[in-house]
C-alpha cells in the first residue's frame, strides 16, 4: 500500500456517517489532489500519474456520477487507472463515497456543462446530439469514414471527416466533411437533451457541388436503462436546392457492457421515391473505463429503388478526452 493511500485510509477513521462531501474531501482526498481540487499534491505525497484537476469542468461533466463512484469505491486499477487511487469500497459507506463525488464534481463552479449522464451510445445513423471529444472509424460495406470530434468550451462541438470507397471506380478518394453542432438544451432531471448543428461538404473527391445538411438532433432515457435517440436532416445542394429531408430514430437498452439497438432511417426527396431502411446493431464497450468502444450491424433496405441489398456496418470509437488510448484497459 502507497503511504497516501495510508494516509487516506487513516483518515477515514476519523470521520463520521454524516460528514459532509467537502469535510470528506479534505480527508481523503487533499494529499493528492490538493485542497482546492487542482490536481496539486502535497510536497510529501509521490505519484505515478499526475491526478486529475477536479476543477477543470470539461473533466468533471464529462463521466456519470455513477463512474465517479465506482471508481472511488473500487480504486483506479479496476478500471484501468492509476494505481494511485486507492479503493474506499471497504473503509467508507456508500453514502459517504456519494457525498464526496458529489462534492468533488461541483469544484467546477460552472453551470451550463451537459452532464455525462446524457453522453448516450453511439448509433450508426443518429448525430449524438452532446458535444463530445471522440475519434471514429466507420465501415459500411466498401466504404470508410474516418471522424475526429472536438469539444469546444460547454456545448459546441467541431468536427472533421474523410472518406474513402474501395469500389473498384478510379476515385477512390469520396470525399471531406467539417460539421459544426451546438447543445441548445439539455435536462439531468428529464434525462434529454438537444442540439442543432450544420454539415458542409465541399465540392472535392467524388463530390461535384455543395452540400450542406442543417440538423436537430435529441436524445433521452425515458424508461431505466433505455435510450431514444433521434435526429431531422435537410439536404440542401448547390444549384437544386433542398433535395431530401431526412428522419432517423433509434432505441437501445443498455445491459451492463453491451447495448442493442435498432434504428429507422426515412429519407423523403423532392422528387424521386422515398426511402426506409432498418439498421440492427451492438455496441460494445471494449475498455473497461469506456473510452473505447466498437459497434456492428447492417443496414437493411426496407423500401425504395431496386435492387435493395444489405450492408453490414461497424465502427470503433475512441473517447480521448477521457483517457489516452492505451490506458483504462
Not at 101 to 108: D, I, Q
Not at 297 to 315: I, W
Request: include cysteine.
Amino acid at each position: 500500500m502507497t503511504a497516501a493511500a495510508l494516509q487516506l485510509l487513516l483518515g477515514l477513521a476519523k470521520q463520521g456517517p454524516v460528514d459532509s462531501g467537502a469535510v470528506l474531501f479534505q480527508a481523503w482526498c487533499r494529499s493528492c489532489h490538493g485542497a482546492e481540487g487542482r490536481g496539486t499534491p502535497a510536497a510529501t505525497t509521490r505519484l505515478e500519474v499526475p491526478p486529475a484537476d477536479l476543477r477543470d469542468c470539461k473533466g468533471s461533466t464529462a463521466e456519470t456520477e455513477d463512474r465517479w463512484v465506482g471508481i472511488v469505491t473500487r480504486g483506479g486499477a479496476a478500471f484501468g487507472l492509476s494505481l494511485d487511487m486507492p479503493a474506499f469500497g471497504d473503509a467508507a459507506t456508500p453514502e459517504q463515497i456519494r457525498a464526496v463525488v458529489r462534492y468533488a464534481r461541483s469544484l467546477c463552479g460552472q453551470l451550463g456543462w451537459p452532464p455525462g449522464e446524457l453522453n448516450f451510445p453511439r448509433a450508426f445513423l443518429v448525430e449524438k446530439a452532446y458535444p463530445e471529444d471522440e475519434v471514429v472509424i466507420t465501415d459500411e460495406a466498401r466504404g470508410q469514414e474516418f471522424i475526429y470530434e472536438h469539444r469546444l468550451g460547454k456545448r459546441f462541438q467541431m468536427e472533421a471527416s474523410a472518406r474513402t470507397a474501395f469500389d473498384g471506380l478510379p476515385d477512390v478518394f469520396d470525399g471531406v466533411t467539417g460539421a459544426l453542432k451546438f447543445n441548445v438544451w439539455h435536462s439531468l432531471e428529464r434525462r434529454a437533451l438537444a442540439s442543432v448543428g450544420l454539415e458542409a461538404t465541399p465540392p472535392i473527391g467524388r463530390r461535384s457541388v455543395w452540400e450542406v445538411e442543417p440538423f436537430l438532433a435529441f436524445g433521452a432515457a425515458p424508461a431505466s436503462a433505455v435510450v431514444l435517440q433521434g435526429q431531422i436532416v435537410t439536404t440542401w445542394e448547390e444549384s437544386a436546392g433542398v433535395t431530401a429531408w431526412s428522419y432517423r430514430l433509434g432505441v437501445g437498452r443498455e445491459i451492463g457492457r453491451v447495448v442493442p439497438m435498432v434504428e429507422a432511417g426515412w429519407t423523403v426527396p423532392t422528387h424521386g421515391e422515398s426511402t426506409l431502411s432498418l439498421y440492427p446493431q451492438m455496441w460494445v464497450q471494449l475498455s473497461r473505463l469506456g473510452h473505447v468502444a466498437a459497434s456492428v450491424g447492417a443496414e437493411l433496405p426496407a423500401t425504395g429503388p431496386e435492387p435493395r441489398h444489405p450492408r453490414l456496418v461497424a465502427f470503433v470509437f475512441w473517447d480521448y478526452g477521457d483517457a489516452p488510448l492505451l490506458r483504462g484497459w
